[in-house]
Structure formats: structure tokens, C-alpha cells
T-cell receptor
Framework: GENVEQHPSTLSVQEGDSAVIKCTYSDSASNYFPWYKQELGKRPQLIIDIRSNVGEKKDQRIAVTLNKTAKHFSLHITETQPEDSAVYFCAARYTGGGNKLTFGTGTQLKVEL | GAVVSQHPSWVICKSGTSVKIECRSLDFQATTMFWYRQFPKQSLMLMATSNEGSKATYEQGVEKDKFLINHASLTLSTLTVTSAHPEDSSFYIC????????????FGNGTRLTVT
């Protein structure tokens, strides 16, 4: 199976600064890596994803990078805003597991004014 | 598109009773649905994988006789928590995928279960 580790567990940044969250995975056969944002009491929402044949993907202020050799991927949020405050989860899907995702432990991001 | 509806959004039940949670894909056919459980300030833990027309596959440590899953159609999966206890109180979230390989997961709104 897959094991996903996520760091840091909490992250506090000033508004306008960048935030970086890192994840590592264990199964080299994993090929899909989504990131979810979850606000308190709500469902996780997909914010960006990357497949193993791509090294980097960007969508406005959000970017994800993937290093297959090192088996880690990172979420980068630039020009952070208070509404970015939430819990962020990385996840990985390995080819032997059908479509199921294994989630990281989550990062509580707080953007301070 | 890709809307997943989950009901109820919250439920309070007495210890020993059973609770059924429904998960529906509204605008697509979900060949596979997943049931997750999330305790406060923790990650989403996969409980089981539900495939239409076949028995669910449970993750290690999840009691299949306690958490009954039925996926009778391509748009509906149900999770029944039987003989609920206070330690079953949690946030239960379903998710669904289409049949396409590596398609994104679409989550329901979740069900907050409180067992008194």
C-alpha cells in the first residue's frame, strides 16, 4: 500500500507571503497526486493535482511540483490571503490500488493580517 | 458537473441504534465510491471501497459487520453504522469517481454523526 507523510502540521504566514507544504510518498508506482483544501466542517475541495508524467503545474497563485526520484511533491501558494486559511491535505494514488487515495496528515495553514 | 450529494448532513442517535448515510452521484455514474472517516483535527481515513454490484472492500481494522455498505446502483451507495457507540461519533465523507482511470475524486458534503 501507500504511505503519505506531510509537513508541516501547522504553518503560519503573513498575508502576502508564500506558503510551502511538502509531502513524501512511499510507493514508486504512485502516479496521481492531488491537493485538497478543507475548511472547518466542510468537504475537501480539490485545488490542484499533478500526474507522474509532469514535474510542475501552476494555476494562478497555486503551484505543485513533483520529484519522482525523491518521491516527494510540494504545494506552493504565493501572495497568500486570509481566505487561504484552511487545512490542506496532499494525497497519492498508486496504480495497484484502483482509484483510491491515501491522504497525508494535513497542514493547518493560517494567514495572518 | 461531478456533484456528489450526501445525506444527512448531520445526525444524532442514541447508543445501540443504527444510522444510514446515503451518497449519490447526481450527474455522473460512479462505478466506485469510497467511504472515509475523519476525526477532529485528523486526516481522512479510508474505511472501504464500494463497487457497484459487488461486495465492498474494507480497509484493515474496519469492521465490515458494523459498517455495512451497499452500492446497489451506479449513483447510490449507502453506509449503515450498526449498533452505534459514542466512539463512532465522527465525520463520515463519501467520494465517488467515474470509471475513467485516474479520474479525480469528488466528495460529498459529509455527515456529522454524534452518538449519545
Amino acid at each position: 500500500g501507500e504511505n503519505v507523510e506531510q509537513h508541516p502540521s501547522t504553518l503560519s504566514v503573513q498575508e502576502g507571503d508564500s506558503a510551502v507544504i511538502k509531502c513524501t510518498y512511499s510507493d514508486s508506482a504512485s502516479n496521481y497526486f492531488p491537493w485538497y483544501k478543507q475548511e472547518l466542517g466542510k468537504r475537501p475541495q480539490l485545488i490542484i493535482d499533478i500526474r507522474s508524467n509532469v514535474g510542475e503545474k501552476k494555476d494562478q497563485r497555486i503551484a505543485v511540483t513533483l520529484n519522482k526520484t525523491a518521491k516527494h511533491f510540494s504545494l506552493h501558494i504565493t501572495e497568500t490571503q486570509p481566505e487561504d486559511s484552511a487545512v490542506y491535505f496532499c494525497a497519492a494514488r498508486y496504480t495497484g490500488g484502483g482509484n483510491k487515495l491515501t491522504f497525508g496528515t494535513g497542514t493547518q495553514l493560517k494567514v495572518e493580517l | 458537473g461531478a456533484v456528489v450529494s450526501q445525506h444527512p448532513s448531520w445526525v444524532i442517535c442514541k447508543s445501540g441504534t443504527s444510522v444510514k448515510i446515503e451518497c449519490r452521484s447526481l450527474d455522473f455514474q460512479a462505478t466506485t465510491m469510497f467511504w472515509y472517516r475523519q476525526f477532529p483535527k485528523q486526516s481522512l481515513m479510508l474505511m472501504a471501497t464500494s463497487n457497484e454490484g459487488s461486495k465492498a472492500t474494507y480497509e484493515q481494522g474496519v469492521e465490515k459487520d458494523k459498517f455495512l455498505i451497499n452500492h446497489a446502483s451506479l449513483t447510490l451507495s449507502t453506509l449503515t453504522v450498526t449498533s452505534a457507540h459514542p466512539e463512532d461519533s465522527s465525520f463520515y465523507i463519501c467520494s465517488a469517481v467515474t470509471g475513467a482511470y485516474n479520474s479525480p475524486l469528488h466528495f460529498g458534503n459529509g455527515t456529522r454523526l454524534t452518538v449519545t
